[in-house]
């Protein structure tokens, strides 16, 4: 039987107790979802059945993401439920710890990304042009790079000409591609009269002049473009960072309290 002492101040709120429950449930479910999704992405792949595949992409598979993500979600989720329901002060501490190292992750990587813009810049172009190469080798990196070039209305990492170092596109003499000194559908200009996507757009238009490349493909890099975008919306970014950083800092904060507080009913019926 409970006692009294025990009830007034040390027993786990219900209320708190179950609101992180209800919160790690969703994160939980959530996480099961990105999961299901990278798992349902790599088995229309075939990559499920011939697990060797997935470092033969030579460049990023976008599946990664729903997979790294929906890992992290599921366990931060999984223990945040259990710990929280159970009194289990041992995930607890766990979740805990792991958030807050995510938390100074992020933390380290905002600090860094702003005092070696430089590097940054470097590696975002080695990123992009790394997948440039293997642009045909996988329809979600494809897809990647047509949403980005479309949505930033830009074409390689600083240029079109960044597209010679795709096989299909290069302007080489011995390169028999039907798409030889040209570039995605993604990287033209759109006509707002056209109902249907004219994949074709792109074919040749290297080889003309770059003066009159701009007629039909989008010339700046997406690298500029980015910075463009990014000072332009900085601070709609920097207040989605401060809130997700809010959140977690919240969250880390009542799982404490949780935890504290079944490790003082723990503690008194030791003693008892």
Known sequence: ??????????????????????????????????????????????????????????????????????????????????????????????????????????????????????????????????????????????????????????????GADDWNLNVYFNCTDSNPSREKCGVPFSCCTKDPAEDVINTQCGYDVRAKLVTEQAAYIHVKGCVPQFEKWLKENLTVVAGIFIGVALLQFVHMKWQLVVQTLTGLCQHDEGRE
């Open 1 to 158: 039987m409970m006692s009294g002492k025990q009830y007034n101040g040390q027993e786990v709120s219900c209320c708190i107790k179950y609101f992180i429950f209800g919160f790690n449930i969703i994160f939980w479910l959530l996480g099961v979802a990105f999961l299901g999704i990278g798992l349902w992405a790599w088995s229309e792949k075939g990559v499920l059945s011939n697990i060797s595949s997935i470092t033969d992409l030579g460049g990023f598979d976008p599946v990664w993401l729903f997979m790294v993500v929906g890992g992290v979600m599921f366990i931060l989720g999984f223990t945040g439920c259990i710990g929280a329901l159970r009194e289990n002060t041992l995930l607890l501490k766990f979740f805990s710890v792991f958030l807050g190292i995510i938390f100074f992750l992020e933390l380290t990587a905002g600090i860094l990304a702003f005092v070696f813009k430089d590097w940054i810049k470097d590696q975002l172009n080695f990123f992009i042009n790394n997948n440039i190469r293997a642009y045909r080798d996988d329809i979600d990196l494809q897809n990647l790079i047509d949403f980005t070039q479309e949505y930033w209305e830009c074409c390689g990492a600083f």
